[in-house]
């Protein structure tokens, strides 16, 4: 559906706010294990060319930055 939605934004300004922790990545044990699968990566970068895109975190910036 990734193309529909580029479709039906055309001419207008959509930001996405996704979270981190168990939408990003997998619901974990041990938070410094929670990482992002390469395929999530390359959702999120095709996500991120097309939209002004951001990740929520509970984390501090440089910890999310990192993962991300």
């Known amino acids: ?6 479709e039906a934004s055309k001419e207008q300004k959509i930001v996405v706010f996704i979270d ?3 939408t ?3 619901t ?5 294990c929670a990482f992002m699968s390469l395929d999530m990566r390359k959702t999120v970068k095709k996500l991120a060319w097309c939209f002004l895109t ?3 975190s509970g984390r501090c910036r440089d910890k999310a ?3 991300a």
């Not at 559906?1 to 580029?6: E, N, T, V």
């Not at 974990?28 to 410094?32: E, N, T």
């Open 1 to 6: 559906m990734f193309d529909q939605i580029i």
């Open 20 to 22: 981190y922790d168990g």
């Open 24 to 26: 990003l990545s997998p």
């Open 28 to 32: 974990v044990d041990d938070p410094d």
């Open 54 to 56: 951001t990740m929520v």
């Open 65 to 67: 930055y990192n993962f």
